[in-house]
């Protein structure tokens, strides 16, 4: 008989950036006077940098032409990206990574959300709390993730791993013993970062649980203080237990140019099957490869040029960063992250809900986030904003929370 | 325990393609003089059209400007491309498509690939035989297809429907009853078309039968016989059983900018779950938008002089499928396909395997083609060639098979 995946019915309600952009929208036409400020989901708002304007411009310019056009790319992308990422992301910070581990891919979010796939539908999962939706939503859709109660908004299947001021949101090992975790450093929502010996005590935990670790990376390009690592694989052993995932989008802007990359090494293994040729699979069997001409403008992303620019422009959102957090701070908020990441994680006032601290400040301020309850149950009384919007808009929005 | 997917593990060695690239390159080595021609995989060679490469270069020039920049893309695509989708591929046909029932994606091969996910495990899929592998192979890696037996290269759940020559390539209706129904026409590998009335009588059995109809469109730019259906949706009530895939790939040369779409009717339901929903869920949930640049591609293949380019474009590579396979005929070869399809498909001389023909073919005459039988079992003693490759290669081609 013709049936619907029945994991995919168990997953509750909307997207959580829907609600918030359903609330947004209805408040604007409600009041089409006030501009609402964004400071919400994470995507950038910056130029595309003019290195990566260039050299798009000129794989255009090769792609109209018969010697320099480019068909179906290579399954695991084109090797002059491969060789940079290798160079510029491992190499260079003393990682060992060769290309033909880098897999190319259209952005990190559908890796975080493929990745998943190459495991048995037995394995748990554990993740932090508050996290990044997608990790725990593509597990349900896999009917990884038991019985969902809405009450408490836990999943009877996933371990959870509280993140709260209380242990300076870096989860502790877990009490239950999983066979994937989930972890995000410098961490989405928190913004908080991970010391190296830190994360070296969850690589050696899971070499010795036999475990595999997923580290999405996406914000690395963010951190500002010395020590801490920007890649897993800066820790002894993780090459035997973590999979690595990249995104352009945060570093470069490539949020609306999709691209990303995923590290499996050689010798990580499920038992006796190599997860990197699962992965290569997956790659060749359901996916077309990035275009050529967006695979060209992540290896400006590496040129000197490229470099210089880039740097400049996270610059600029860190400044948003440190705006946000010190001039809430300034008007007694509890401020946490903006150091070594784009987000901003705050104590809603008054032990406000989050979701009633969001319609406070849509309504008095007129400026949106989102509600740290979102991310989880332990997000619970936490918000978070962006620092990604442009400098007026990041100024202005201070300036309406101040007088709300 | 951490365990691999074992559903991919029962995957039988590689890819076909890779198979195929492979034996070319150990021949190219050997064979250091000699240019291998490849007409093997379906990708093209044409330069991208001036129409397009304007729209690219507009597009970029904006991302580089504050106003311009586009981040993430709307969920389903924008409205700028699912609007002339459906006016251009639908509404210009008859066909009652509304633009929220687009969902654009980086090409075909995803979505034909992430489809099956949205249906139960236990579905029954009928396949084409000869068919494209990724329709099957994506079913084996969600555990679908039961046991394979290798002798036969048959899976013991998938019901087979086999196109061969005593039925002009179009299958005869199942005797077993299947949920999901894979068709594909203008058909890779076989090059055979389907009539309106043939393609109705699939979707009064879909409509009857409960069963859903997958429809992969990604060659409907190559009929050029009148009366022959370029969308299901031509068909009645073939919205309450059909999903349809189109690429931007074959009828634009997009293979490596990557653009698709696929269309799911509101009404279109498995048991009481409207299948629309859930293709949002996954688009929401694991993908994030094809790229801004190549959705302004997109429109630029229905502009006037986009529409004008491509027409010639695809008159160009028509007119290699038509010296293919006259040539072939006239060397006495049986050919098939190639009048309303860009591929050619012949039976092997003197009852030859697919592979042994493969294997004459680049040693007596440097040209790559695909084995028939690496579509399938019955594409046994067939092989096909493509119409993708330029004039003077396939000019080329053709006089080495004379000679040899």
Chains 1, 2 share one sequence.
């Not at 959580?16 to 950038?44: C, H, M, W």
């Not at 070499?207 to 990376?217: R, S």
Request: net charge negative; proline share 5%; with cysteine.
């Amino acid at each position: 008989m013709l049936k619907a995946n029945q994991d995919y019915l168990k997953l509750p309600g909307s997207y959580l950036f829907s609600t918030v952009a359903k609330k947004q929208r209805e408040y604007q036409e409600a009041n089409p006077d006030r501009k609402v400020i964004r400071l919400s989901i994470g995507d950038v708002t910056q130029p595309i940098a003019p290195a990566i304007i260039k050299a798009l411009h000129e794989a255009v310019d090769e792609m109209g032409t018969e010697e320099g056009f480019h068909g179906y790319a290579p399954d695991l992308g084109y090797e002059f990206l491969r060789n940079a990422v290798a160079e510029n992301d491992y190499k260079a910070r003393g990682c060992e990574v060769s290309p033909d581990e880098v897999f190319i891919s259209d952005g990190a979010k559908g890796d975080c959300g493929n990745i998943q796939e190459i495991f048995d539908k037995d394995c748990r999962i554990a993740v932090c709390d508050p996290v990044y939706p997608v990790y725990v939503d593509t597990n349900v859709m896999a009917g990884r993730t038991g019985v969902y109660d809405e009450k408490s908004g836990v999943w009877s299947d996933v371990i959870y791993m509280p993140c709260t001021a209380e242990n300076g949101f870096t989860p502790e090992l877990p009490g239950q013993k999983p066979d994937i975790i989930y972890l995000c450093f410098p961490n989405n929502p928190t913004g908080a970062s991970i010391t190296k010996e830190s994360l070296q005590k969850w690589v050696d935990y899971a070499n010795e649980n036999g475990a595999v670790i997923i580290y999405d990376a996406a914000y690395e390009a963010y951190i500002s203080e010395a020590g801490l690592p920007h890649s897993i694989y800066e820790c002894e052993g993780a090459r035997n237990c973590a999979i690595e995932i990249h995104s352009f989008s945060k570093n470069a802007g490539f949020t609306g140019l999709r691209l990303g990359y995923t590290v499996i090494p050689r010798e990580l293994k499920a038992g006796d099957t190599a997860l990197h040729a699962l992965w290569a699979r997956r790659h060749g069997t359901k996916y077309n490869g990035a275009p050529y001409i967006v695979q060209k403008a992540g290896l400006a992303v590496y040129s000197d040029e490229g470099k210089a620019q880039l740097k400049e422009q996270i610059a600029y959102y860190m400044k948003n960063a440190s705006d946000i957090r010190e001039g809430l701070k300034a008007m007694g908020y509890e401020v946490y992250g903006g150091v070594n990441a784009p987000y901003i994680w705050l104590k809603t006032p008054g032990n406000l809900s989050s979701w009633d601290f969001f319609d406070r400040l849509l309504e008095n301020a007129g400026v949106v986030g989102t509600p740290g309850s979102g991310f989880g149950p332990s997000g619970e009384h936490y918000f978070r904003l962006t620092a990604f919007g442009s400098r007026e808009n990041t100024a202005e929005a201070l300036k309406r929370i101040k007088e709300m």
